[in-house]
Each structure stands twice: as structure tokens, then as C-alpha cells.
């Protein structure tokens, strides 16, 4: 009597599962971190948990404590978080030319979850991305983020009052060590660096703070783009001559 084996396929949302696991533990101790200097802003842990629920973008929260922090308005947070996370529009028509074809309502749905992250593991599977995949994918993601977030705020309510004053400072540091890598590969980051604080601070002493480094951020990377861009067309030219 023969015994025929039959190996059941995973769903293509238990795949996504599977494959966002990984983002899912590179997002826990930067969830965590955020938790505690959230709790170190002032911020209360409904407040942490309800900012990674509705923005779920983790360089746009840290920045946003830290206009938070330095009491910046509403208006400053929003427009410098959406100037921030514009890549996403590129990002978004990109995953556009790989996913199924599906109701445009759940496009809107997964396209919520759509990070650097997200959209790398998502972009280098092979074949069409299906919306099963992509909800797998993300609702691990998404869940780590939020989750950790609070569990951060909490464990740093625990912490002594000198430490929770002392994690401002984290804030800085880790925005140091993300800039400074960047600044090692491209030169055109250390020129950009420069420019956008040379003009934060100047234009400090003219208008608000937030205005201030929104209009830095936007005036340093359209000067920057501009003059790199015609850099390298001459460079261009002069190769082919």
C-alpha cells in the first residue's frame, strides 16, 4: 500500500508573516527606544501608542518629539512630516507595478503600511506581490511597532527620574548616528548637513523654531539637488567628449 504525501502550500498571507518577522525584531529595539523618549518628552503612553498607530514612520516620530520637545506647533510637526515621508509617494507607484490587480480600497489599506522597510521586502520578491503577501507583511510590521512602542514608554516609566531626564540626549545621538554614516559614503550629505544647519541658524533668529527647520530642510535639499544635478550632467557631457 503506496502512501502518497501531499504538502500543503502556505497562504500568501502566512508568507508575508514569515517574511516580515525579520523587520518585525529590527523594529523592536527602535520601538522601544521611541517609547522612552517619548516618556522622556512628556509624552503619556496613550498618546505613544496612538502616534505609532496613525503614523507608523518611525523617523517622522522621532522628529516629531523632537519639535515636540523644543515646543513647536501642530502645523510645523504635520508639513515636516509630510515633507519627510514624500518618498513614499515614489515608493508607492513603484509597488504599484509589481502588486495584483485589487479594489483601489485596499490599495488605500496596505499602502498605510508602506515603509523603507516594507516596501524592500516586498519589492524583491519574485513574481506578483498579492495583497495577502503584502497584509502579511505589514500586520507583523505594524504590530511589533506599536506594541513595542508602549512596552517602551512603560518600561521607561519604571526607570529613575535622573534617567528618564538623561534619555533626551538620546534623541541627538541617535540622529548622529544615522546622519554620520550617510556623510561618510556621500559628500553631497556633509554639504547638505552643513547648508541646512548654517540656515537653521540663521533663520532661528528671524521666525519659530519648526518654521525654522522646515524651510531650512526644503531650501538646503532643493539647493542641494539643484546644483549636484547640474554637476553631474557636465560631468556627463564631458565623458562623452
Known amino acids: 500500500m503506496s502512501t502518497t504525501l501531499i504538502l500543503k502550500k502556505p497562504s500568501e498571507f502566512r508568507q508575508g508573516i514569515q517574511a516580515g518577522v525579520a523587520i518585525a525584531l529590527g523594529y523592536m529595539p527602535i520601538a522601544l527606544t521611541f517609547g522612552l523618549l517619548a516618556k522622556s518628552t512628556g509624552l503619556t503612553v496613550m498618546e505613544t501608542v496612538l502616534m505609532s498607530l496613525v503614523v507608523f514612520a518611525g523617523a517622522s ?54 515603509t523603507d522597510e516594507t516596501f524592500s521586502v516586498s519589492a524583491i520578491k519574485e513574481g506578483t506581490v498579492t495583497t495577502g503577501y503584502l497584509f502579511g507583511v505589514i500586520s507583523v510590521s505594524y504590530a511589533s511597532w506599536v506594541v513595542f512602542s508602549g512596552v517602551g514608554h512603560i518600561i521607561g516609566a519604571s526607570l529613575p527620574s535622573t534617567l528618564q531626564e538623561a534619555m533626551s540626549v538620546a534623541l541627538y545621538a541617535m540622529f548622529v548616528g544615522l546622519l554620520v554614516p550617510s556623510m561618510k559614503k556621500h559628500k553631497k550629505v556633509i554639504i547638505l548637513a552643513a547648508l541646512a544647519a548654517i540656515l537653521n541658524s540663521l533663520l532661528a533668529q528671524l521666525i519659530s523654531i519648526g518654521w525654522a527647520i522646515v524651510c531650512s530642510t526644503l531650501v538646503s535639499a532643493i539647493v542641494v539637488e539643484f546644483f549636484s544635478g547640474k554637476l553631474e550632467r557636465r560631468e556627463g557631457e564631458h565623458h562623452e567628449q
Open 61 to 114: 516620530q522621532y522628529i516629531a518629539l523632537s519639535l515636540i520637545a523644543v515646543g513647536t506647533g501642530v502645523f510645523e510637526i504635520i508639513l515636516a512630516t509630510f515633507i519627510l515621508n514624500i518618498r513614499h509617494f515614489l515608493m508607492s507607484a513603484s509597488l504599484n507595478e509589481k502588486v495584483e490587480n485589487e479594489h483601489p480600497f485596499k490599495k488605500a489599506l496596505y499602502s498605510f503600511g508602506i
